[in-house]
């Protein structure tokens, strides 16, 4: 089992950056494949970016392909979502998943286990 702790979200203005962290707790981190996933007030969750095992692999929403990115460092049982050229749109509480099973990525209900969540708010 694992539990994950989000950090680094807060307040920032539209064009500006933040970088989440999530701390997972356990010996074995290494096995699961992480993602993230957000939900605005009112809305539905829905998948930000993921990680595989291994770390080669990244999946991106359309949405913020070329802004986020995904990462992990297996040393201190942390991934990061680095998140730049933000919008308002992007506003959203942050959630990090972490997924032991062979199951689509960009799925909530392929995840084992989540954070609590981190809100992230950008200003206009």
């Known amino acids: 089992q694992v539990q994950l702790v989000e950090s680094g979200g807060g307040l920032v203005q539209a064009g500006g950056s933040l970088r989440l962290s999530c701390a997972a707790s356990?010996?074995?981190?290494?096995?699961?494949?992480m993602g993230w996933f957000r939900q605005a007030p009112g809305k539905e969750r829905e998948f930000v970016a993921a990680?595989?095992?291994?770390?080669?692999?990244?999946y991106n929403a359309g949405s913020v392909t070329g802004r986020f990115t995904i990462s992990r460092d297996d040393a201190k049982n942390t991934v990061y979502l680095q998140m730049n050229s933000l919008k308002p749109k992007d506003a959203a509480i942050y959630y990090c998943?972490?997924?032991?099973?062979?199951?689509?990525?960009?799925?909530?209900?392929?995840?084992?286990?989540w954070g609590q969540g981190t809100q992230v708010t950008v200003s206009s």
């Open positions: 356990g010996r074995t981190f290494r096995t699961y494949a």
């Open positions: 998943a972490a997924r032991v099973r062979s199951s689509s990525c960009y799925e909530a209900a392929s995840y084992d286990y």
């Open positions: 990680l595989s095992w291994s770390g080669s692999s990244t």
